[in-house]
């Protein structure tokens, strides 16, 4: 899992650069969740929009982590 996440790091990182993005428009850190979205776990309406309330509570804690743990150091995205 942290190879994989490393492994697309590497590619935003690259791709921000080949944009041109500035820092603020990047990522730093990201979370790959293996379930996906659906009607049955409430992430999704019957028109196949994201259910955004839901999301919000039921990805809260993950989001707080994302901006609490150190980041992947930018030396082994290159």
């Given at each position: 899992n942290t190879?994989?996440?490393?492994?697309?790091?590497?590619?935003?990182k690259r791709l921000s650069e080949e944009y041109k993005l500035k820092?603020?428009?990047t990522l730093s850190?990201?979370?790959?969740h293996?379930?996906?979205f659906s009607?049955?776990?409430?992430l999704l309406t019957v028109t196949l929009?994201?259910?955004?309330?839901?999301?919000?509570?039921?990805?809260q804690?993950?989001?707080?982590?994302?901006?609490?743990v150190n980041r992947i150091p930018a030396s082994?995205?290159?």
């Open positions: 190879k994989l996440k490393e492994i697309i790091l590497s590619d935003l820092t603020y428009q850190n990201i979370h790959l293996s379930e996906l009607q049955n776990n409430g929009k994201t259910r955004r309330t839901n999301a919000r509570k039921q990805f804690s993950i989001i707080k982590s994302l901006y609490q082994k995205l290159s």
